[in-house]
């Protein structure tokens, strides 16, 4: 089965600090992509990342990072130095083996609320 | 370039109408896809499209909805005799292939 489990619910946070929003995954393929999107309060969905299953290097971007680890099935997102800006939804997403995007398997998401 | 385009953002419909939600993709995707987000639920893919073609339409409910993406001009999601239900944040994303998606602002329908 493919599924994809965003444990935190909500979190709040002050600004300036870090926060990690964390992402399981399960897919019995070999070959998959993970995403995140980032879902602000007006509502649309702005595409942050995608990473294939055949690399695991970290990556960075501003004060965005994610950690992918095959060994846990686990992509991470960490936001360092928070914002109020950085506050929405943040959903990961899995697209698993051959076929296109319908395949994506979503996260419920985590609700991140930065306060000043 | 400009985004996907969804209209109208937000749908009041009554029992029993029909919604007609239109999505204009991003200017050379030729893929369309029809997102439901319900509150608690997460995005479940509805329907994929390709200009005049449904490819995949095994999220989409049998009865009253259907889909569309004509050769030319946006796609369209409708829905016949719309129920309670159905409320909900319609997304409509494109691609140009195989590579991320790219989301419109939604359609967030209301039933009363």
């Known amino acids: 089965a493919q599924k994809v489990t965003q444990a935190q619910t909500e979190i709040s946070v002050v600004e300036k600090e870090d926060v990690t929003l964390d992402c399981v995954y399960e897919t019995r393929d070999t070959t998959y992509y993970l995403f995140w999107y980032k879902q602000p309060p007006s509502g649309e969905l702005v595409f942050l990342i995608r990473?294939?299953?055949?690399d695991e290097q970290n990556e960075i971007s501003g004060r965005y990072s994610w950690n992918f680890q095959k060994s846990t099935s686990s992509f991470n997102f960490t936001i360092t130095a928070s914002q109020v800006v950085d506050s929405a939804v943040y959903f990961c997403a899995l697209k698993s083996g051959a076929g296109n995007n319908r395949k994506l398997i979503w996260g419920l998401g985590t609700s991140l609320a930065v306060n000043p | 370039n400009a985004g996907v385009m969804q209209n109208p953002r937000h749908l009041v419909r009554r029992r029993g109408q029909e919604a007609r939600l239109r999505c204009s993709p991003m200017?050379?995707?030729?893929?369309v896809y029809w997102y439901r987000q319900l509150p608690e639920e997460g995005l479940k893919f509805m329907v994929y499209l390709q200009k005049e073609n449904i490819i995949d339409e095994s999220g989409m409910p049998k009865e009253r909805f259907s889909a569309e993406f004509p050769k030319e001009g946006p796609s369209i999601l409708r829905i016949q005799q719309v129920v309670r239900g159905d409320s909900a944040a319609y997304f409509c994303a494109s691609s140009p292939g195989d590579s991320p998606l790219h989301f419109g602002n939604g359609t967030r329908l209301t039933v009363t």
């Open positions: 990473r294939n299953s055949f």
């Open positions: 200017k050379g995707h030729s893929h």
